[in-house]
């Protein structure tokens, strides 16, 4: 018998050659940061332009009763974005006290707000999940819930704007109106879809590193997107309020989800200044810009930088509390 006969060959001794990466996966390390460099480099060279006298007039004329009526509304939304956590909590059967994940997704979300989803969405959330006891799948669920549900309603809300007409495209976007409206449709199509999935695939449940991952089941579907319309529909309300009725409701809530969109793709800390660019360009030929840049600032200070400093407070008292319990049950 030869010896060599079941012997590799030189051939099948050559390791598999490795997969190319694509021209994205080569290029993103630095093409989203400097497309960030390049988004603040243009808000810094049109800063000057801004009218900061008017703005701070405008935050001067204020009333209190106002400004109040507006934190009011600015704390229901972050207490209903506090819910999005015990639609994962419900998902996924875990034994965190319900209290317990609602202010884990409260600060996650001030701190997302203001250093970006990385660091609060994502981040923040996971180490105080593990803290409390929950092993990584269980945390993933969680996460991928709270966001699913905040950016599926995003989609259902917007979409339904741009469909019905109710904002123009920008000119930069070199968008027709038939082109908005349609992208609008499919937002609505990839909603409904999501619910559709839920509703009516057979195979509901997945392993990933031996743990089960289970797909929501209709009802919970239809949950997370009534509360996300709840919750953006209470942004745009804030804004509403701090122009005092000199934009429609549609608009006002339509160019904040646009900011909104272009916060998350560009990777600035809080968005700093893309909230305050877009609204000038979509805004500008209707409210005096002191009077813009003035609502943008105090929805700035009301929604972002107060709600930071609870949340400071928040992740305090979480850690500290972790500290003192002992770790509860993973999911059951």
């Known amino acids: ?3 060599e006969a079941g012997a590799l060959s030189p051939t099948d001794m050559k390791p598999a050659p490795s997969r190319q990466p694509t021209l994205w996966q080569r290029y993103r390390k630095w093409a989203v940061p400097l497309f960030g460099i390049l988004v603040l480099g243009l ?18 004329r204020y ?23 015990l639609l994962g909590r419900w998902h996924t059967r875990h034994r965190l006290p319900a209290w317990r994940s609602w202010m884990i997704a409260v600060t996650s ?63 930069q976007a070199h968008m027709t109106e038939g082109g908005f409206r349609a992208l609008g449709v499919f937002m ?4 409904v879809g999501y619910v ?29 997107l009534a509360i996300s319309v709840g919750n953006w529909s209470i942004m745009g309300a804030a804004m509403y309020l701090l122009l005092r009725g000199q934009v429609p409701y549609g608009t006002v809530l339509g160019v904040l989800m646009a900011a909104s969109i272009v916060g998350v793709v560009t990777p600035i800390p809080a968005g700093l200044g893309v909230l305050e660019a877009v609204y ?3 805004l500008s030929g209707t ?40 770790p509860v049950a993973p999911a059951a």
């Open 1 to 3: 018998m030869n010896s």
């Open 43 to 60: 808000l810094v060279s049109h800063a000057h332009k801004i009218d900061w006298a008017g703005a701070w007039e405008a935050l001067k």
């Open 63 to 85: 009333p209190p009763l106002l400004l109040l009526a507006v934190f009011a509304v600015t704390t229901a939304s972050h207490l209903l974005y506090g819910c999005f956590d």
């Open 109 to 171: 979300y001030a701190f997302n707000l203001n250093l970006g989803s990385l660091v609060g969405g994502v981040a923040l959330r996971a180490r105080l999940y593990a803290r409390a006891g929950l092993d990584e799948a269980t945390v993933a669920q969680v996460v991928g819930i709270s966001l699913a549900t905040n950016w599926l309603g995003y989609g259902l809300l917007a979409g339904g704007l741009f469909a019905a007409g109710a904002i123009s495209p920008p000119s």
């Open 188 to 191: 609505i199509l990839l909603a």
């Open 196 to 224: 559709a999935a839920c509703a009516l695939r057979t195979r509901r449940e997945w392993k990933f590193r031996n743990k089960t991952v289970r797909l929501p089941s209709a009802r919970l579907a239809v949950t997370q």
């Open 280 to 282: 000038l360009a979509l």
């Open 287 to 326: 409210v005096r810009q002191g009077t813009l840049m003035g609502a943008v600032l105090a929805y700035r200070a009301l929604y972002y930088l107060l709600p930071l400093a609870v949340g400071l407070l928040m992740y305090v008292f979480l850690e500290r509390y972790a500290a003192r319990h002992e």
